[in-house]
């Protein structure tokens, strides 16, 4: 009787067949069978819920054992992809987790970010001022949601178990994975301009570089798209070790390459006295009803790897390297947006007009070694940033809908199809499409699924998971809910979203007009979905466990002396 209300105590941290856990739910009898059994394990999840520190971490295998504290995993629910990385797994040193930022910050979507805010009327320091504000402002809920990752050895699918439901947490990463699919697109098709760069000028003037109405864009650089798509797969193929080798030695390369440029700009333009005197063109009402909107579109920017950092993290070494690596997003994400701005205020001097797009500025510098130095830095520009950031995430999420079928290949494959079906070349036809339609409109899918996934794991399970349960698939298990599914975590997430549709409707030209008060909650969209969705699961799942110890206090008071 005691034993089912106490939880052995052992060291945390194993491998990928002795993982730390908590203790699981306990199997609740009818109430026409009432036993000391149940009295006992009522006790026990009374004792459980008040003294949930007590209760930390039982070993687990992954394997056949007739031990009591251990445990088999479901097939359904896991498999080598979804695993907690073992020790010798865990090479990612601070200075590699770094490393993975520079190549996903130096691309063409960042370079555009901040210059994309001039366009719209801020000043040069206006606009690195809100890329800066906007990644510190991420950085608390990238390296928040990091730490699980790096503790567990859980991957972002695993996580949202625990909130969501061993069923439930599909709905999160399939909604994380539809939005990396529409980026793999975006940063596939910038690949495919750049080889469309390279092409001779005799080709680029033939018919097949007119457009068609019906496809939105030329067949020849449609054909650039597609080309650019193929060579990706082959480091996809690679898997997480390729994507990390790939990381690590690209990012001194961008560093030079970048350096480059901003050299090249600064002495062919005589300085940066042009940049330094583009002055705001907005009063002050204008800026600040500018200003919200574009935070939330940079924080959108990086939220949707906010939300699947733990698939990085889960490969470092300690919480400090994590940590320490992930200090350098609003760092880098600063340094180069200032080089895009600089670079881009430069162009107006030297050719005489504004060229924000990096690919029409090395086209035109021209010359055969800058054509090719131009392709290489922007294909490794791309394959950086859209394998890591694109292509982990979804690949994740659909070995989690069905780890008997899919592996990480198959996901990157499929990732790499419904790239193409978002069409990403309408999506970047103006600053404002997408700045304000694709940035801020997905942020009100990723701002809900991370309050949800933080206000889980901090406030309401105290960091401590159960990994035996995160991986069962009974429904005496602690995430199991109804029928695998967190009624809580839904609806707040729906909550979350609900408000943002009238604004998103309204963008996009569906509705004419809405009510002043959704275009704000529109303009704010991942504040107002990330904080309302946490707030009200915390509620809820508080709400949730009052009712389990009073159904636990009733059942000992009708227990059979």
């Not at 978002?422 to 999506?427: A, E, H, S």
């Amino acid at each position: 009787m005691v034993s089912k209300c106490l939880t052995l105590h052992v060291p945390s941290h194993s491998n990928i067949f002795l993982t730390p856990v908590a203790t699981s739910k306990i199997p609740r009898p009818s109430s026409n069978s009432l036993t000391f059994l149940s009295l006992s394990t009522k006790l026990s999840k009374a004792f459980h819920a008040k003294n949930h520190s007590l209760t930390n971490h039982v070993p687990v295998r992954f394997s056949n054992s007739s031990s009591p504290f251990e445990t088999e995993s479901d097939p359904k629910l896991t498999n080598e992809d979804l695993k907690p990385t073992a020790p010798s797994q865990r090479t990612f040193s601070g200075l590699e987790m770094a490393s993975l930022w520079v190549g996903l910050v130096v691309g063409v979507p960042s370079y555009y970010l901040a210059g994309s805010l001039v366009d719209l009327g801020m000043s040069w320091w206006q606009g690195i001022a809100t890329v800066v504000a906007a990644n510190m402002i991420l950085l608390v809920p990238l390296i928040l949601t990091g730490h699980p990752g790096t503790h567990y050895g859980i991957s972002f699918p695993v996580l949202a178990r625990s909130s969501f439901g061993i069923h439930g947490a599909h709905i999160p990463t399939l909604l994380r994975a539809l939005v990396g699919c529409g980026w793999y697109g975006i940063e596939s098709w910038i690949g495919g301009e750049a080889i469309f760069l390279l092409l001779p000028k005799s080709i680029k003037a033939s018919t097949f570089s007119q457009s068609l109405p019906w496809l939105g864009t030329s067949p020849l650089e449609f054909f650039c798209f597609l080309a650019f798509w193929v060579a990706q797969l082959s480091i996809v193929w690679k898997g997480i070790d390729g994507i990390r080798e790939l990381e690590k030695y690209s990012a001194p390369i961008l560093i030079v390459l970048t350096s480059c440029l901003l050299i090249w700009s600064y002495v062919k333009a005589g300085g940066f006295g042009h940049m330094l005197s583009l002055s705001s063109r907005l009063s002050t009402s204008e800026f600040w009803s500018l200003f919200f909107p574009s935070l939330t579109a940079n924080i959108s920017y990086w939220a949707t790897l906010a939300l699947n950092i733990p698939d990085f993290t889960r490969y470092a070494k300690s919480q400090n390297d994590q940590i320490i690596g992930q200090v350098g997003l609003p760092i880098f994400m600063g340094a180069f947006t200032f080089v895009g701005i600089a670079v881009t205020s430069s162009t107006k001097v030297i050719f005489g007009q504004v060229i924000s797009n990096p690919i029409q500025l090395l086209g035109q510098i021209g010359g055969f070694f800058t054509t090719i130095l131009a392709i290489l830095g922007i294909s490794l520009a791309t394959f950086t940033t859209n394998i890591a950031a694109n292509v982990v995430a979804p690949a994740n999420a659909l070995v989690n809908l069905s780890p008997t079928w899919f592996t990480f290949r198959r996901g990157a494959l499929l990732t790499a199809l419904l790239g193409i079906a978002f069409q990403p070349w309408r999506l970047l036809k103006s600053s404002e499409s997408f700045v304000y339609t694709w940035l801020v409109g997905h942020s009100a899918l990723m701002g809900p699924i991370g309050g949800i996934l933080l206000a889980d794991y901090y406030l309401v399970h105290k960091t401590n998971l159960s990994i035996k349960d995160l991986y069962s698939g009974s429904p005496y298990g602690a995430y199991y809910y109804s029928g695998g599914f967190n009624v809580a975590a839904i609806v707040a997430l729906v909550v979350g979203i609900l408000p943002v549709i009238p604004g998103f409707l309204q963008k996009v030209g569906i509705l004419t007009s809405v009510p002043e008060t959704f275009v704000i909650i529109y303009n704010n969209a991942w504040f107002i979905s990330f904080f309302s969705a946490g707030f009200l699961y915390w509620v809820l799942s508080s709400l949730r466990r009052k009712q389990d110890k009073s159904a636990a206090g009733d059942h000992l008071l009708k227990a059979p002396k």
